[in-house]
């Protein structure tokens, strides 16, 4: 995202005055809220799906995720890449390639 | 997020030869799971959290939410601005500031 | 469910003094979080699931639910039955019939 | 639930044919979904909420819930109770009594 993009986002929390909504608890809600608006798209058919609507409920999740970067002060690169870290110890490559077993029931 | 970061995620799935299962319809499936692991951190408390815990799950919802991206190929800055200016005219300063009502409860 | 059902149930809960904890929004997160533990069951597959599991997961769902009506004091026979007063009028058989679209995208 | 309800809800899936629609996959989604627009009424607020609001979308939970028992052929009362033992013995009262930790967190 653009330093111009993450601006504009701050902007229209702070213009409304919305930060005193904006608590820890409320954004996970919110996260799952419009995660569920996304999987509303798909919700009788895998293929068919209306891309222009995914497309807006997919950035309603990433504004609601980056308010809750913004207030928790979390740098995304970092717990992204520290979460990489585990993903890449929980699935091996040789163990892990084209299986889509949860990394505790890889043998 | 840096390119680097994006490189890092895209190899790990390339590698592992999980392109296949990343269809939109399962991409969305899994940002609403990672949503719900994010949403359990506050399950009986809006106060009390674990935020390594809150760290490692909402880095779930934005891997996967960059899966998406990648698989539909869009472009974050792109789909977030669109969505920004719905917003902003659904939620105007005047109106909003302050309030928690959905748009189309705002007098 | 039956009577002996709803009673353990509900013995469950005081034994361990856990009203405390099932304010609705509480529930409501609950809800939502092993709706999703259900949803994992098919996550990368529609077709292959373990169904054990989503007995598990399915019955959570259902306990929380009852939580909720408990906590509430609702009926579930009225509030099912008010709602499908809605959706019998949301969806006419001769119109709904065979389509999957949303009420307000039939014709 | 009476008789009559489960009737009606069976009923109003046959008459409109929409059995074909209700894959196990499809209404785990639908519960997800459903469930998060109960949570929305709790997006801000734990306290303030429309009960009004709240009976329906629990209702919906509960009928998309009883479409999976359907088409599963499951019986609610004995999916619950199987969890129930599964509960029971994951949180002894004596150490569970008024903590909200999760099992594996309870010393």
Redesign the interface.
């Known amino acids: ?2 330093q ?2 993450l601006d ?2 701050r902007k ?1 929390t702070e ?4 930060d ?2 904006h ?4 954004l ?6 419009e ?13 068919e ?1 209306d ?1 222009e609507h ?3 409920e ?6 609601y ?1 980056r308010n ?2 913004d207030r ?1 002060e ?1 740098d ?2 970092e ?6 870290d ?3 110890r929980k ?1 091996p ?1 040789e163990k ?3 299986k ?1 077993e949860k990394w505790d029931r890889l043998d």
């Open positions: 995202m653009t111009e993009t504009r986002i229209f213009d409304r005055d919305w005193q909504f608590t820890p608890a409320n996970a809600k919110s996260i799952s809220i995660a569920n608006e996304l999987l509303e798209c798909f919700q009788w058919s895998d293929d799906y891309l995914v497309k807006e997919l950035a309603d999740v990433l504004v995720c809750m970067l928790l979390l995304e690169d717990i992204v890449n520290r979460k990489m585990q993903n890449e699935y490559v892990a390639k084209g889509n």
